[in-house]
């Protein structure tokens, strides 16, 4: 315990800093924070000697579960952070062998191995489950990012009073539709909207699923009101919507955006 803050200067003036992420970051703040984690680190590591291996390794949790979610660590490679935990470890083994040669009357081989296998094998154990925690708040992470994608690229555009305008670019994945048709449904009521364009043209590829929630999207907004035009249709889209048993005469079709704008100014006027 006396050594602590030792172990922590001394891990820190040896760290490879030319990798990215965390370790390689010369922003004060980021350093001091990293420092403050690391000598929490060897403060419940040290209680390794007089404690229960479960109990030891639960009480660890925590500290676990906070740097797999820290963001700094979530944007440094794994096995840079895998790398920093074996030399933690070294730093101990070497720890006991000083110890051993320092205490060598009192200090049997036997116990020698025996602190060494304890440390080898709660590090191994702290690895497993960091690895597991970080995996985990990874993907949450990346699900929030792509659940925030999906909502930004199905954005409504407001061209005028209650009518809008829904511009479909890029792959349109059945689970992106399905949270299209919710967001679409949701904000044209919010903006009460009369009229939306939903315009397809800069949709690349389309398949049956996507274009049977496209079309059910449209039955949707017109059931809150919402009379929908759908224009950049490709003769792929329009084959998919024929096999479907869809039929257009209920819904207006324009080549393109700026004619189906156009034709509705002029009903306008």
Sequence with gaps: MEKTSDLTEEWYATLDQSHEGVYGSQDSK???ALK????????????????????F?????????????????????????????????????????????????????????????????????IILRFSHENAMAAEEKLNAQQQMIIELSSPIIILAEKTGLLPLIGEITSYRAKVMFENTLQKSAKHG???????????????????????????????????????????DIAQTAVHLGIKFQDIEVYSTLAQAVKQKQAIKR
């Excluded at 403050?36 to 479960?54: G, P, R």
């Excluded at 083994?93 to 709660?122: C, F, H, M, S």
């Design 30 to 32: 980021t350093i001091k």
């Design 36 to 55: 403050q984690q690391n000598h929490d680190f060897h403060v419940n590591f040290c209680s390794i000697f007089n404690k229960e291996k479960q109990v």
């Design 57 to 125: 390794l639960d009480s660890f949790q925590e500290w676990v579960t906070e740097i797999a979610k820290d963001e700094a660590h979530l944007a440094t490679p794994i096995t840079d952070i895998i790398r920093e935990f074996f030399r933690t470890q070294e730093q101990y083994l070497n720890l006991v062998e000083e110890y051993g040669v320092l205490y060598k009357d009192e200090v049997t081989p036997n116990q020698l191995t025996e602190w060494k296998r304890d440390i080898v094998t709660a590090v191994n154990e």
């Design 193 to 235: 909207l009369e009229r939306l364009f939903i315009d397809l043209s800069g949709v690349p590829v389309i398949d049956t699923m996507v274009v049977h929630q496209i079309f059910q999207m449209i039955k949707g907004l017109n059931l809150i009101g919402v009379k929908t035009s759908l224009s950049g249709i490709r003769p």
